[in-house]
């Protein structure tokens, strides 16, 4: 019988109906250990998971909480046949990763899939950059990385999520954004290409979709071995707006100021030298300067769990 670990996001509120759940689906299928998450501890959960040889971590959250959960598990330059494969049961607001992977909660084809090893195997990214506080730090990631809209939208909404509930903060944060693009002064540099000036949006992706469904980068891949690099130059929002259904469609959006390119490494910094927010899988995690580098065949993932 497999060992799993599954891995429960407590900022739900409904966490302890899902644990419940989670045992009576599963407890018979596995080895089964059940944990229900406290702000940032479920990077450590999944680590302790991993050294104590379970077989498979099951991620119940959204992008953060499988974010902080890949930190736990991924190991560079560690074989990847000894650490546990990861699936997904979406169970957040976003959840960006599991529709790009098409993740989903038909418990006996997630059963299936972990007993017969049918995963896949991605690419894992790292980022390097600045904390708030100056510190350095860095992060893995699977799904997507980027500064402009992404950050814009996330820190309108936690103000406006003091005032209101936090569904329509996001939406009214969002507008606000789109209203209001930010202008950020970027230079970004690849093993390709130089490109600077005025933009509105760089985003590093190894997944297609951020922002709760935007498929912001159509030709990502998990096992290409290649981050995919999606920058907009400063776009007016009626412009934006023309193309946003192509946007959520997850379709190549074919406008002079959107550009498309893949590489294996990029750095971004400001060219004024100042601290710009950095978003990585829904959470604000630091600043500029920002490294990011693809770790490719780095994470064994279950797909087509729906």
């Not at 985003?203 to 995919?228: R, T």
Request: proline share 3%; with cysteine.
């Amino acid at each position: 019988m497999k060992k799993v670990t599954a891995i429960i996001c407590g900022k739900n509120p409904n966490a302890e109906q899902m644990k419940e759940e989670i045992v009576r689906n599963f407890g018979s299928a596995f080895d089964l250990t059940c944990y229900i998450t406290q702000k940032g501890t479920a990077s450590a959960i999944a680590a302790q998971a991993a050294d104590n040889g379970v077989d498979a971590i099951l991620a119940v959250g959204g992008d953060g909480t499988i974010n902080e959960i890949v930190n736990g598990i991924v190991r560079e330059f560690v074989d990847i046949s000894i650490l546990p494969s990861l699936a997904l049961i979406p169970f957040g607001t976003g959840n960006d990763l599991a529709r790009t992977i098409n993740a989903g909660s038909n418990y006996a084809k997630i059963i299936e899939k972990i007993n017969n090893d049918d995963y896949i195997i991605s690419d894992v990214a790292s980022a390097a950059y600045k904390t708030h506080s100056g510190d350095d730090n860095s992060r893995y990631f699977v799904n997507i990385c980027d500064i402009g809209l992404g950050p814009s939208v996330i820190s309108k909404a936690e103000r406006l999520a003091k005032k209101m509930p936090g569904s329509l903060a996001y939406t009214l944060g969002a507008v606000a954004t789109m209203l209001f693009p930010p202008k950020i002064n970027i230079r970004l540099t690849t093993n390709d290409f130089t490109v600077e000036g005025p933009m509105s949006e760089i985003c590093v992706a190894n997944g297609k979709y951020f922002g709760g469904g935007y498929g912001i980068s159509p030709y990502s891949e998990f096992n290409d071995g290649l981050l995919d690099i999606v920058y907009i130059k400063k776009l007016s929002f009626w412009k934006f707006l023309a193309q946003l259904h192509k946007v959520r469609l997850c379709k190549f959006v074919y406008a002079d100021k959107i550009f498309y390119r893949k590489t294996t490494i990029c750095r971004i910094e400001s060219i004024d030298k100042k601290q710009i927010d950095i978003e990585i899988d829904g959470e604000l995690v630091g600043t500029t300067p920002l490294e990011i580098k693809i770790l490719s065949s780095s994470l064994k993932i279950f797909v087509d769990t729906k």
